[in-house]
């Protein structure tokens, strides 16, 4: 697989289907947690396992309806159960999805229900299939000859999505790729909202359907997004943030104190 970033349009859907109806809301879990892996793999020929380099925690919560994604920046720090200190993005490379997020579980001591782990070649064919996207960018840079300019609107399509969605090197860094990474899913849930018909979210999802790896059913995806699509605009978003730092030769990411904190009372805010 690729560095799985459909994950970002399945972060909408999987948000907005998790949400229960009022007549149901009594007899189902008042919140939800889902981690969404974006692997590196797959890309340019690519087949071996690779490492989450996009991953977020989402949070539904069914009374206040409010959908949150937390964005984990991939050289983040942290204890890799069985293994030993290291990058966050190295636990899908040790033991898939699974281990990923028994990592960010102990963490955070939470539990986390279900994965998505998509692959980057996806982004491609769902911006394609939803018609395009449009997003301004937060910065003036060029990649893989497309030009973005700072405060300009710019049309993407599937490859220049994927090419916006990448860049790192001159544009803030990896937190600057997380913010377009947000920009990129803000606007796949605008687009995908204004569909009027099932058969638009069943080919969407049809389009999707090689590039991701769920435990979730995926057929219920399909069916809960059209009933609960009206909630896009319920969605926040939230970073961690921390300094970068070299150990034993290696670069690292350290969460800052206050961040992990900030992230942690919402989360628990949200799954209590």
Do not use: C
């Amino acid at each position: 697989m690729r560095k799985l970033f459909t994950v970002f349009l399945f972060l909408f859907t999987v948000s907005t289907t998790l949400l229960p109806t009022t007549a149901n809301a009594q007899e189902s879990r008042n919140s939800k947690s889902i981690l969404l892996l974006g692997v590196d793999t797959g890309d340019l020929g690519r087949t071996e396992h690779g490492r989450s380099d996009v991953m977020m925690l989402l949070t539904v919560n069914s009374s206040t309806e409010v959908i949150t994604v937390t964005s984990i920046p991939r050289d983040s720090y942290v204890m890799i159960p069985g293994y030993y200190m290291d990058k966050i993005n190295h636990a899908y490379a040790f033991g898939g999805a699974e281990l990923s997020m028994q990592t960010v579980e102990n963490w955070f001591d939470i539990n986390i229900d279900n994965y998505i782990v998509v692959n980057m070649a996806g982004l491609k064919e769902i911006v394609d299939a939803v018609g395009g996207i449009d997003v301004v960018s937060p910065s003036t840079f060029t990649i893989s000859g497309y030009d973005f300019v700072e405060g300009v609107e710019t049309n993407l399509d599937g490859d220049k999505a994927l090419a916006y969605s990448r860049e790192r090197y001159t544009s803030g860094g990896d937190y600057g790729r997380q913010e377009r990474q947000r920009q990129i899913v803000q606007s796949l849930i605008s687009k995908m909202a204004s569909f009027d018909s099932i058969l638009n979210f069943q080919n969407v999802f049809a389009t999707m359907s090689s590039n991701i790896e769920t435990d979730l059913g995926f057929l219920n995806l399909v069916q809960l997004f059209t009933d609960y699509r009206q909630l896009a605009n319920n969605i926040e978003f939230y970073q961690l943030s921390g300094g970068g730092t070299m150990i034993d030769g290696v670069y690292y990411d350290l969460i800052y104190d206050d961040s992990y904190n900030d992230v942690l009372n919402n989360l628990l805010l949200q799954l209590n």
